[in-house]
């Protein structure tokens, strides 16, 4: 089974940026799309951003613009780049490989001045 290990989270002020990066334990992130999803205190969790195997992306309306998703191969690492961060943003941010339901344990992500 792979794992995923996210990191990057941390506190930051509005307006700030944040890097995550998921790292997996085996060489077969390139083959499949990945996903960064988020979950609020009260809320569902959500799909954030995705990106496949051929690199297209997709994004929920409420980053596009800030949020960039990518994938470094060679270090079987996705990241998700995140720009002009909302106190809305405040989250658990998860990564997921789609195909088999593999989840992180999540990293937090606090906006907030």
């Known amino acids: 089974q792979v794992q995923l290990v996210e990191s990057g989270g941390g506190l930051v002020q509005p307006g700030g940026s944040l890097r995550l990066s998921c790292a997996a334990s085996g060489s077969i992130l390139r083959l499949y799309t990945m996903g960064w999803y988020r979950q609020a205190p009260g809320k569902q969790r959500e799909l954030v951003a995705a990106?496949?195997?051929?690199?297209?992306?997709n994004y929920v309306d409420s980053v596009k613009g800030r949020f960039t998703i990518s994938r470094d191969n060679a270090k079987n690492t996705v990241y998700l780049q995140m720009n002009s961060l909302k106190p809305e943003d405040t989250a658990v941010y998860y990564c997921r490989l789609a195909k088999y339901d593999y989840w992180g344990q999540g990293t937090q992500v606090t906006v907030s001045s």
């Open positions: 990106i496949t195997s051929g690199d297209s992306t």
